[in-house]
């Protein structure tokens, strides 16, 4: 909301002073310096700020408009919640000798292992190494520091920067499969979001209360909950619930396609069940999956209005489509009315005129192959109609 600026009230101070003295003359006023001037001048500048320390103030009290401080002070005030601080990543890690172990020896939990470009992580329990074993697996570690940048790929932890006491020499270690879970402090709108599922989460058992519970984790960014179904339709008392991390916006960026994640994400899987027990009915298993990725390509047919800045209007609608389909939670499928239909966001792109057939392909909805996969997409695979027949880049003048 725009609010009175010192210009304002300086005019509306000025018509004051001249209804209310007959004496007093407009260019007196008006006049840099005239004592009618400064008194005008400071009433304005004085009713600016106390406008904007009301606004403020006002805005504070409600969770939709409160920002800052007031935000997280009105979230725990009223739900009892906090922002989620950045989490540290999880990873399963494989160790191998290159010949069979004379010994059994122990890895230490703490013992810290590197990737080639720096990033460091270290065991969470303490694992043995068997007599007669040349390879374990399933070794779980978490990074050092916390934030969605410490994530690594399958292969990228092969340093140890520890000693393992009793160790063999040769003794290797890598990450056959990426980490997760990784994820930078929780965003205003995102804490605003959660504050406003928990009522709804206070009866346990519920989806909202699983899908709540999940939320809670660090690093779970979305979560869709399901009940599993027998071959009658009945309820199998066994449930399941689908979580996003940031680390799925990652892969996205980088153009890697369609990474299997429910068994590398494993740990960090395990991380959310152990916060879920308190949110799960009683006698009812809650299984939980890290989401997969398939990535859409779009092709779109834009018009523009006459005088419109058709790059910028163009930039700003690939930006829409990419937003729309990455906040799709798991399972979710996308579709192209809620882009150019009635109340189609691109409508909202200021210059474009919308008609309804701006998504070329997909020609319809795309539908994700199992509620345990995620659609997203990226600037760069979005491409544009090159037919002049089908109106592409065309300029029109609306009435």
Not at 225 to 230: H, L, Q
Not at 281 to 286: D, E, F, L, R
Request: aromatic share 6%.
């Amino acid at each position: 909301m725009d609010l009175p600026r010192a210009e304002q009230y300086f005019r509306i101070a000025a018509a004051e002073m001249l209804d209310a003295n007959d004496e007093v003359a407009l260019s007196s006023v008006l006049e840099d310096g005239h004592d009618a001037n400064l008194m005008a001048h400071a009433g304005a500048a004085m009713a600016e700020e106390v406008t904007a320390q009301l606004a403020s103030v006002t805005a504070g009290t409600a969770l939709e408009s409160a920002r800052g401080q007031a935000l997280i002070a009105r979230g725990w005030e009223r739900y009892r919640i906090l922002p989620k601080p950045a989490a540290p990543p999880f990873v399963y890690l494989s160790w191998g000798l290159p010949t069979i172990a004379a010994t059994a020896f122990t890895i230490p939990a703490g013992t810290v292992v590197r990737s080639s470009d720096g990033k460091q992580y270290e065991t969470v329990v303490e694992t043995p190494f068997p007599a007669g074993a040349q390879v374990i697996h399933n070794v779980q570690a978490r990074s050092q520091l916390a934030g969605k940048s410490q994530n690594v790929l399958a292969g990228k932890l092969t340093s140890l920067v520890s000693v393992v006491a009793g160790a063999p020499a040769g003794l290797l270690v890598a990450n056959p499969l990426a980490s997760a879970g990784g994820a930078d402090a929780e965003t205003a709108d995102d804490y605003r979001a959660r504050c406003r599922r928990e009522p709804a989460a206070r009866v346990r058992g519920t989806r909202d209360a699983i899908e709540y519970g999940a939320l809670l984790v660090p690093g779970v960014v979305r979560a869709t909950a399901f009940e599993g179904i027998d071959a009658n339709g009945r309820a199998n008392r066994v449930a399941g619930v689908v979580v996003a991390d940031e680390y799925t916006d990652a892969l996205v960026r980088q153009g890697i396609s369609v990474p299997s994640y429910s068994t590398q994400a494993a740990a960090f899987a395990r991380v959310v069940e152990a916060r879920l027990e308190e949110y799960r009915g009683w006698g009812i298993h809650v299984g939980v999956f890290v989401a997969q990725v398939a990535l859409v390509s779009f092709l779109l047919r834009l018009r523009f209005r006459a005088g419109a800045d058709t790059e910028r209007a163009r930039i700003e609608a690939s930006a829409t489509v990419v937003r729309y389909v990455n906040e799709l939670a798991p399972g979710q499928s996308m579709d192209p009315d809620a882009l150019q239909g009635r109340n189609g966001r691109l409508r909202a792109v200021s210059g474009l005129d919308v008609r309804g057939d701006e998504i070329d392909n997909p020609v319809g909805p795309v539908v994700p192959s199992s509620p345990y996969m995620v659609l997203r997409t990226t600037l760069a695979m979005i491409q544009y109609t090159s037919q002049p027949s089908l109106g592409s880049f065309s300029i029109i003048t609306t009435p």
